[in-house]
């Protein structure tokens, strides 16, 4: 067989660690080279490990992804240019989700923009990360505002699960239940200010942590007191199971449902797309938004238990009709699930077609997204 | 990591144990940790002609999908049916519960040209 990672031997030498890389290797995590990180994939394993954030709980090290800072007088209008979604409405403590596009309506990013009292937080992917930060230089030259990297003087955990928010809220003495999905809060931790988001990449309720990086270790350790534990409530996750879950809840992964070449519109993310205000990419969005996409984004359920990759074409009898972006064999469906790109003619809930893995031909359906969706 | 001394190697990862004139073809515990957790091995029927060096299945992982590789060219006289509701087997005993096929060998000395154990590590990089 042909591994297709590996020879990352020398590579490792370049790669960045986040302030939690200590902690990773006393858990045991396999290590891997993500986006120029060295990154946990797995500790114990992908499947345990995503079982234990739908049922209880997991801690992952997000340090990775950017986290520009902006400031200034004209901080909105650089934003309001620059991101799909409108933010000179959002309110202190709110966060959104928001695309940045291109000229021509394609896709550079998905982010999280947070307004704080005295400045703007963008959370962007850590692969995008100094296109992002380039672009944004690009625009700044048009309004009198400020940007600066602050990705590596801090660490971030996302905490997600259906026990987090209790658990929590007790060790961080802070009353996480009273802040609204997408809304965040800032604490103190150990003489240290850190900055709890109401947010998250898996489906589960659960919080994302931006606390310094001198801090990050210590409060790791207290959230996860025992986290090796046979019966600890939190456990530490890697990017594997970060990547079935968000799968499993239909969220797009940059590279994969998302790409320069791919729009918001037919990505089904219309609604963080605001087409009445004037950003970069507005026009043709408004274009595609009026003709209706080509090709949408679907999710499909395979028959039997093999799994549909990046790239596998989908057909409906004789006719390529569009292309595999993600799949995986779901661990709380027990299902194979994909994400594909299909044309908009055959992109009907309910509708069958033949997914193509490397010459056999799998039957699948399409069905709603997302795949999962957690109890209330 | 521990690679058993009574077997031969491919360095696509796939050991080869003989018995009498009967190989038996699994992949290490190399390739299982890589792989993660295994989903699916799709295996040739009993009766089938394997040529050597040439793929006899698939195996299929949370991360990816892989070729499987024989080093010995032959008849398939057996399948692991067990894999087929467990494929977990490969990950947890890569090296006995979760072997893969049996082939008669058409080589008398049907293992002469594959690794020993300690080269297979060399090339694996371990």
Redesign the interface.
């Given at each position: 067989?042909?591994?297709?990672?590996?020879?990352h031997?020398l590579g490792f030498l370049m790669l960045k660690r986040t302030p939690l890389y200590e902690f990773h290797v006393s858990c045991g995590a396999?290590m891997v080279d993500f986006a120029g990180w060295e990154m946990p994939?797995?500790y114990r394993?992908?499947?345990e490990e995503h079982q234990q954030t739908r049922t209880s709980g997991s801690l992952f090290d997000v340090s990775h992804m950017g986290r520009i800072h902006v400031t200034g007088p004209q901080a909105v209008g650089l934003l309001d240019r620059m991101l799909t979604r409108n933010v000179s409405q959002q309110r202190v403590g709110q966060s959104r989700y928001s695309l940045v596009c291109n000229a021509a309506g394609g896709v550079l990013d998905d982010v999280i923009v947070s307004k704080h009292p005295k400045h703007w937080l963008v959370v962007c992917n850590a692969s995008n990360r100094d296109k992002i930060v380039k672009h944004m230089m690009q625009i700044l030259t048009g309004f009198d505002a400020e940007i600066s990297d602050q990705t590596e003087s801090t660490a971030m955990v996302a905490v997600q699960g259906p026990a987090v928010v209790e658990l929590i809220s007790e060790t961080l003495e802070m009353d996480v239940k009273s802040i609204k999905r997408y809304g965040f809060d800032n604490g103190t931790y150990m003489m240290s200010r850190f900055t709890l988001f109401r947010s998250g990449y898996t489906g589960e309720d659960g919080v994302e942590i931006i606390v310094s990086s001198g801090t990050a270790q210590n409060m790791v350790k207290s959230l996860s007191a025992e986290m090796n534990r046979p019966d600890s409530p939190i456990k530490p996750a890697g990017l594997?199971a970060r990547d079935?879950l968000r799968l499993e809840a239909g969220m797009p992964l940059y590279g994969h449902e998302l790409t320069e070449g791919l729009d918001p519109i037919s990505a089904g993310l219309s609604w963080a797309v605001d087409l009445g205000k004037d950003f970069i990419g507005a026009e043709p969005l408004r274009v595609i938004a009026g003709h209706g996409p080509a090709k949408k984004l679907v999710g499909l359920e395979l028959e039997g238990?093999?799994?549909a990759?990046q790239g596998s074409a989908v057909n409906s009898g004789p006719a390529r009709i569009g292309e595999v972006t993600s799949g995986?064999?779901s661990p709380t469906l027990q299902k194979s699930i994909a994400m594909a790109y299909v044309d908009a003619g055959h992109a009907a809930e309910g509708t069958a077609l033949e997914i193509d893995?490397?010459g056999s031909i799998v039957p699948a359906r399409i069905v709603g997204l997302p795949f999962y969706k957690r109890a209330k | 990591m521990p690679v058993p001394q009574d077997r031969k190697y491919l360095e696509s990862h796939e050991w080869h144990q003989l018995a009498g004139d009967i190989v038996t073809i699994g992949i290490t515990q190399i390739a299982a940790d890589e792989l993660t957790d295994i989903t699916y091995v799709k295996l040739p029927a009993v009766g089938a002609k394997v040529a050597a060096n040439s793929s006899f299945g698939e195996i299929e992982s949370v991360k990816t999908t892989s070729d499987l590789y024989t080093g010995v060219g032959g008849t398939v006289t057996a399948v692991n049916t067990e894999l087929t509701n467990n494929p977990g087997l490969v990950n947890s005993d890569p090296f006995g519960k979760g072997w893969m096929i049996k082939v008669k060998a058409a080589d008398p000395n049907p293992l002469a040209k594959l690794l020993s154990a300690e080269d297979y590590l060399k090339k694996a990089g371990h």
């Open positions: 067989m042909t591994l297709t990672a590996g020879g031997t396999k994939i797995l394993g992908i499947v594997g079935t238990p093999r799994i990759r995986t064999f893995l490397r | -």
